[in-house]
């Protein structure tokens, strides 16, 4: 396909009609993305909140187990000089 028969195509193209857009075709977008701003919003609100969470349950862990703290000796030393 040329250049001079594209933009033929591209003239009987643009020549036709236009589709009808339905009538509640925009209040519906604006519900549709209503929905997904409202949705998008709570699943953020709610894995913020499961990080806090995670954050205050291993805060409360480590203030209870103090991992980076050394064990106490199994074994005590030999007793000399008694």
């Known amino acids: 396909m040329n250049t001079t028969e594209r933009d033929r195509v591209v003239r009987r193209v ?11 075709l925009h209040a519906e977008a604006v ?12 699943l953020r609100r709610a894995l913020w909140l499961a ?17 980076w ?3 106490p000796s199994q074994t005590t030393p030999p007793v000399r000089g008694w």
């Open 69 to 71: 703290a050394q064990p």
């Open 14 to 24: 643009l020549a036709q009609s236009r589709p009808r857009v339905p009538t509640g």
């Open 51 to 67: 990080l806090f969470a995670a954050a205050v349950a291993f805060t409360v862990w480590a203030s209870a187990v103090r991992p």
């Open 31 to 42: 519900r549709r993305g209503n929905r997904v701003l409202r949705r998008r919003a709570l």
